[in-house]
Nanobody, 126 residues
Framework: QVQLVESGGGLVQSGGSLRLSCAASGSIFTNNAMGWYRQAPGKQRELVAVITTDDTPTYADSVKGRFTISRDNAKNSVYLQMNGLKPEDTAVYYC????????????????????WGQGTQVTVST
């Protein structure tokens, strides 16, 4: 069964921190790079952080130096520690595999997937 369950979002003031968690089914998590995506109102979903199966992280320029992605292979889980949050980080955050992503000039490019979880809302106030 395909399953992605994100949690940990909330309302935080500018400069604050949140830690997002994602529990994935083995069919998605095992042997795949995993990523955190976000979608702000009226905008396309963007990939902001990727972690490979050997724990190598890559970040979009928009979050580099502020966000940290990690994974726990024993728990089929991926995490996103978000520090120094800004109002422009406000979005619904999703996790999914990132095996088809490409990184170029500080941004990720990827092909969409058929399945997404419900996401978790992050709202950063000024």
């Amino acid at each position: 069964q395909v399953q992605l369950v994100e949690s940990g979002g909330g309302l935080v003031q500018s400069g604050g921190s949140l830690r997002l968690s994602c529990a994935a089914s083995g069919s998605i998590f095992t042997n795949n790079a995993m990523g955190w995506y976000r979608q702000a109102p009226g905008k396309q979903r963007e990939l902001v952080a990727v972690i490979t199966t050997d724990d190598t992280p890559t970040y979009a320029d928009s979050v580099k130096g502020r966000f940290t992605i990690s994974r726990d292979n024993a728990k089929n889980s991926v995490y996103l520690q978000m520090n120094g949050l800004k109002p422009e980080d406000t979005a619904v955050y999703y996790c999914n595999k990132a095996a088809n992503s490409k990184y170029y000039s500080g941004r990720f490019y990827y092909s969409d997937f058929d399945y997404w979880g419900q996401g978790t809302q992050v709202t950063v106030s000024t």
